[in-house]
């Protein structure tokens, strides 16, 4: 064969794939949100015919034969290409190192964890979900040593989410906050608390949705390729290529910031997924690259910009239009000030700039006990309590408000949450290099996200994955990234609000 045929069905190869995906978004989207409750098994079998159509595609002899043969031309092929080729080998190869058996009991189990999970976070009873969590973190640890066995098996976890990522890392990053950021938190609960009654009372959902898309249209997101909708649990995700993406949010109906800030949050991911080159729709190079480099730009719209003096300003008089009359003695500074109140709370997707990445920290820390060996399954609510004590100072009322929150360990996704917090630093230390660039203040003021919205596109969206995370970070930040810098705009930002 020759390489540009080879090349050829490739593509094919990844347009075809693209076009499963994309059936496969459409109907999990429909699922979480307009299809009617007793359709699940109807949809779980169409699903099921699509992934496993999707899976013998990647998994084939023919296609595991193309990449070889590609892998074994690579000098010969583009940067992209060669790229997508590593891409769709890396999977297959580590697939085959886990032994079928063990492969299957993991899917086997995560179904049914998720189920578990769901009943005993509706009982907040831990215990129902303890044995069944206690086998996911054995196989867990299983696979990694199948894959990588000269590896730590939780470095290999996380390596696995974001590539270069160890614990070593994680416990500079983690170290910083907690030296730092802990103290912080402390000082901030003995000042006066700042007022927020201007964000509670009686928001209706068709008004939110007003104000939703005037902050979409505001920050620039293309609603040609772009809509809303509404589930329990905000998301982004893109149907089949960057040119076609969904974002949803959820209104509360006596508090009018989460839905607002949740808007912007899955906006920064939407605008990170379109905003791949051209030639990358239909390839496995199309969207985001990590985690981390998704969160950096989602949490980059929803707090560091969104959350700015500037934005806020901004933005009232939108929300004044949207609520008449409710905010008509709300002055920009209250406004500024309710929204960036900084209280400790329970569960992590509530949680206000400050306190969220400690909420991140203490999962990182339960996960790295348990690969050790340091903790047992059925002491982890006890530990996730004291964690909570000794960083936020609160005390955990039931398992629904403290280890049963989250659905990632049920899901299999461990190793996973670092990149949440990791995601918020790296956006703190990104504004720098946009402010050497452009006046971002001046932007926002003048309603003009474009500039904004060009800078990052040139610098990090248009690549898709072409660069794994590490790559990027070295392009973005030659200086190498500094957890400092962002607990220092965390502590100067609020420092000034709570008069400290
Ligand atoms: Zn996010």
Redesign the pocket.
Known sequence: MEVSQAVEKLMALQSKMSAYRHALSILYTDGVTVAPKETTANRSHTMGILNEEMYKLSTGEETISLLEFLDGHKEELTKKQARMVYLMLKSNRELQKIPMDIYLEYQKLLVEGDALWHDAKEKSDFSLFAPVLGRIFELTKQMAAFVAPEKDPYDYWLDKYERGLTKASCDRFFGVLKERLVPFIAKIAEKPQVDDSCLHGDFPAWQQEKLAYKLMDFIGIDRGHCALSTTEHPF?TSYGSHLDVRITTNYRPHKVDPSMFSVI??G??AMYEMGSAEDLAYTVLDGGTSMSI??SQ??FYENILGRSEVFTAKVLPMVRECFPGKFDDVTPEQFYKAINKVEPSFIRIDADEVTYSLHVMIRYEIEKKIFAGEVAIDDLPALWNSLMKEYLGLEVPDDKHGVLQDSHWANGNIGYFPS?AL?SAYGAQFIGKMRADLDVDKAIEAGDFAAINAWNREHIWQYGSLYEPDELLAMLLPEGFDPNVYVDYLIEKYSKIYDL
Do not use: I
């Open positions: 982004t949050h899955e920064g991911h998704h969160e989602s949490r949440y995601g």
